[in-house]
């Protein structure tokens, strides 16, 4: 069997993803700890927070996923949009002095990833052999983490030997934020795809119109993702027992080389032995550690 490769804009996209959490993890692991420092607030507000957040994206991803299938050229445009606002907007959580503010910005930080996401995963598919999806879609979680790995060494680096306030490091993740535009624009190419007429007309998505197994499949994720508990919890409980904002980060940095050297073995897993059997595994161990 003929050995597949990733194509160029496979490989794009995970470099926009690198950067992109690159330059979120600069960011995302001081949320909880401007809640409880700067702003004097508790566990209460960060649910707030990170749940309308995490409620804007999600009702976002439906309609872009939809709108992206609609006409050719509408992923990349998508992409550019909802990285653009993200990265837009988490520089500017440096200067707020409200949870309102805090919670404005990070609402429209997790918009923009509302709207990327759908088209993004989308585009990888059309790019890639089916035959190696697994492998794309390991291979661009791996990038997303190995960011997000970087990004927080990058703060921990920034606190501890260059003395920056917490501001600062924040309003610093706008650069590799404009790598992530530079990158998308230059490396990110849309392949052309038939698109049928229903698809065209956007017809309304009904529940009734999709297969039983994607229905269950839905199901279990909505199970799963209400039993989910945010991982900023476990920065804000750091914070509780007294840890220092290093020791945070480099708690938070664990997490994601963990998930990054996982990302790309589980991939390939997926390819060999079957999506369905690897899911069933990696999410039988996920229940059992909640």
Do not use: C
């Not at 909880?32 to 707030?48: D, E, K, Q, W, Y």
């Not at 709108?67 to 440096?94: C, E, H, I, T, W």
């Not at 979680?141 to 680096?157: E, K, S």
């Amino acid at each position: 069997m003929k050995k597949r490769k990733l194509s160029g804009t496979v490989i794009a996209i995970g470099l926009v993803s690198f950067f992109n959490d690159l330059a979120s993890e600069m960011v995302t692991p001081f949320i909880p700890i401007l809640i409880a420092t700067v702003l004097g607030a508790g566990p209460v507000i960060l649910g707030l927070v990170e749940g309308v957040a995490d409620a804007a994206s999600s009702f976002l991803k439906l309609w872009a996923g939809r709108y992206s299938d609609a006409k050719y050229g509408r992923r990349k445009q998508l992409m550019v949009f909802g990285y653009g606002l993200s990265n837009l907007a988490r520089p500017l959580l440096a200067l707020v002095s409200s949870w309102g503010a805090l919670l404005l910005l990070r609402s429209l930080d997790r918009a923009g990833k509302g709207l990327r996401n759908a088209p993004r995963d989308a585009l990888l598919a059309d790019s890639v052999h089916s035959d190696i999806h697994g492998f794309a879609y390991g291979y661009h979680r791996a990038m997303d983490n190995a960011g997000a790995l970087g990004g927080t060494l990058l703060a921990v680096a920034a606190l501890s030997w260059l003395h920056w306030p917490v501001s600062e490091v924040i309003l610093w993740s706008a650069a590799p934020g404009l790598l992530v535009l530079v990158v998308l624009y230059v490396g990110v190419h849309e392949v052309q795809r038939p698109i049928p007429e229903e698809t065209k007309s956007q017809a309304s998505i009904a529940w009734s119109a999709l297969s039983h197994d994607m229905r269950r499949y839905l199901w279990v994720l909505v199970l799963f993702t209400f039993a989910r508990v945010s991982e900023g919890f476990i920065l804000l409980r750091g914070n509780e027992l007294g840890m220092s904002v290093v020791q945070l980060l480099l708690l938070w940095a664990a997490l994601n080389f963990v998930k990054s050297a996982a990302s790309l073995f589980g991939g390939r897993m997926a390819d060999t032995f079957g999506k369905h059997r690897l899911t069933i595994v990696s999410w039988s161990g996920y229940a059992a550690a909640l």
